[in-house]
T-cell receptor
Framework: QKEVEQDPGPLSVPEGAIVSLNCTYS??????FMWYRQYSRKGPELLMY????GNKEDGRFTAQVDKSSKYISLFIRDSQPSDSATYLC???FGQGGKLIFGQGTELSVKP | GAVVSQHPSWVICKSGTSVKIECRSL??????MFWYRQFPKQSLMLMAT?????????EQGVEKDKFLINHASLTLSTLTVTSAHPEDSSFYIC?????????????FGPGTRLTVT
């Protein structure tokens, strides 16, 4: 069993839709949870960062962490074609520690 | 913002040769850098953690004699793939760790695509 599981998609939605991306994990020791966006042939860029359980909102993006269920989510409201990318969840045990990534979900937002 | 560069962005080499990839933090100093490998449509897999002035820490299953890492300064880490083979063809991405006010973040480079023929 992989430490972090993520549905690779691809996921295709119309412009303006609400997108829900999810990851599950097996190790309850993870404390820090991140979502990265990666455009084709580019390095990942950090979108959201959450410590422990709870919600965090930044503009059109909302990250949720449910440690009791070992489940994290990223919601994108009013999705735009420019949101088309691969979204990777990542987790770490401590600040500045190594990141364990999910497989990434390929998202396509159609105009 | 914090910027990390990689050079080259892509490289093609023949089987048996060695290739060096550079990772630079352009506007900050990084004591710690990380090297990842990403196969098509797969996740980033950590290969090693590079600490300035000391030996790199390799993840299980990564051959340290094949993937040589040197972190000689606070802004530069290099990954050398020695005696490359076609199965080493991949996308190699580095990141540099920046910490301030108790918050740490890895900033990623744009990646280097290696093709071994």
């Amino acid at each position: 069993q992989k430490e972090v599981e993520q549905d690779p998609g691809p996921l295709s939605v119309p412009e303006g839709a609400i997108v829900s991306l999810n990851c599950t994990y097996s190790n309850s020791a993870f404390q820090y949870f991140m979502w990265y966006r990666q455009y084709s042939r580019k390095g990942p860029e950090l979108l959201m960062y959450t410590y422990s359980s709870g919600n965090k909102e930044d503009g059109r993006f909302t990250a949720q962490v449910d440690k009791s269920s070992k489940y994290i989510s990223l919601f994108i409201r009013d999705s735009q074609p420019s949101d088309s990318a691969t979204y990777l969840c990542a987790m770490s045990f401590g600040q500045g520690g190594k990141l364990i990534f999910g497989q990434g979900t390929e998202l396509s937002v159609k105009p | 913002g914090a910027v990390v560069s990689q050079h080259p962005s892509w490289v093609i080499c023949k089987s048996g040769t060695s290739v060096k990839i550079e990772c630079r933090s352009l506007d900050f100093q990084a004591t710690t850098m990380f090297w990842y490998r990403q196969f098509p449509k797969q996740s980033l897999m950590l290969m090693a953690t590079s600490n300035e002035g000391s030996k790199a820490t390799y993840e299980q299953g990564v051959e340290k004699d094949k993937f040589l890492i040197n972190h000689a300064s606070l802004t530069l880490s290099t990954l050398t793939v020695t005696s490359a083979h076609p199965e080493d063809s991949s996308f190699y991405i580095c990141s540099a760790l920046l910490g301030s006010s108790g918050h740490y973040e890895q900033y990623f480079g744009p990646g280097t695509r290696l093709t071994v023929t």
